[in-house]
């Protein structure tokens, strides 16, 4: 089935600490996106990608990176300057210039 | 600057009745609207979308209305189910933008 996996669905962070959430798609989609959602709130977006190699800043995009090597992938490291990183991230991807976005199924990031 | 937003943060119904859910924007220059549905823990699923040069638009059981004169879009459910139960979001992108701007989201939910 074609899709985008996301991965872990759930991830906890320790202090000062660096995790990476992954983001698969086998749509041959050729954009992706990181979005963030906090709890009752809308979509915000953090990273995006049009093409391999090159990706834009969102709206919130300090604490985070990205990287585009692959069509299929677009990690997103949630760096340590990220104060606050407890939210729901999801991971979508489009038809390059297409305004229809497909969501995966979201990773819960949590901070210990 | 750019909003959308949402009259309603949740909405109640009964089974079997329909459901309206509205939402408004600011950005007079959007050309295309666009529904999701969110269920718990789950990523944002597409329902129906919308460009500017329409004024209505039905899929299965659900219509979506914008309304350019004082700048509302509304989603229409019909005979809602309990499946039906989620949080709807509205998003709308402007001519030109690269990206969409997401409203808050309306909890809908579906009373036996």
């Not at chain 2, 509205?22 to 823990?41: H, L, R």
């Not at chain 2, 460009?51 to 039905?58: L, Y």
């Not at chain 2, 229409?76 to 990206?99: H, L, M, N, R, W």
Request: charged residues 20%; positive net charge; proline residues 4%.
């Amino acid at each position: 089935d074609g899709g985008i996996t996301q991965s872990p669905k759930y991830l906890f962070r320790k202090e000062g600490q660096n995790v990476t959430l992954s983001c698969e798609q086998n749509l041959n989609h050729d954009a992706m996106y990181w979005y963030r959602q906090d709890p009752g709130q809308g979509l915000r977006l953090i990273y995006y990608s049009q093409i391999v190699n090159d990706f834009q800043k969102g709206d919130i995009a300090e604490g985070y990176s990205v990287s585009r090597e692959k069509k299929e992938s677009f990690p997103l490291t949630v760096t340590s300057a990220q104060k606050n990183p407890t939210a729901f991230y999801l991971c979508a991807s489009s038809i390059r210039h297409s305004e229809k976005l497909f969501f995966g199924s979201g990773t819960q990031l949590s901070v210990l | 600057g750019e909003s959308v937003g949402l009259h309603l943060p949740t909405l109640s119904v009964q089974e079997g009745d329909n459901s309206i859910i509205n939402c408004a924007y600011s950005n007079s220059a959007s050309d295309y609207f666009i529904w999701y549905k969110q269920e718990s823990g789950k990523g944002p699923q597409f329902i129906i979308d919308i460009r500017s040069n329409m004024d209505k638009r039905q899929g299965q059981r659900v219509t979506v209305l914008l309304n350019k004169t004082v700048k509302h879009l509304s989603l229409q459910i019909a005979a809602t189910q309990p499946g039906d139960s989620a949080v709807y979001f509205c998003a709308e992108k402007g001519q030109g933008a690269q990206k969409l701007v997401f409203g808050q989201g309306t909890r809908l939910t579906i009373n036996p």
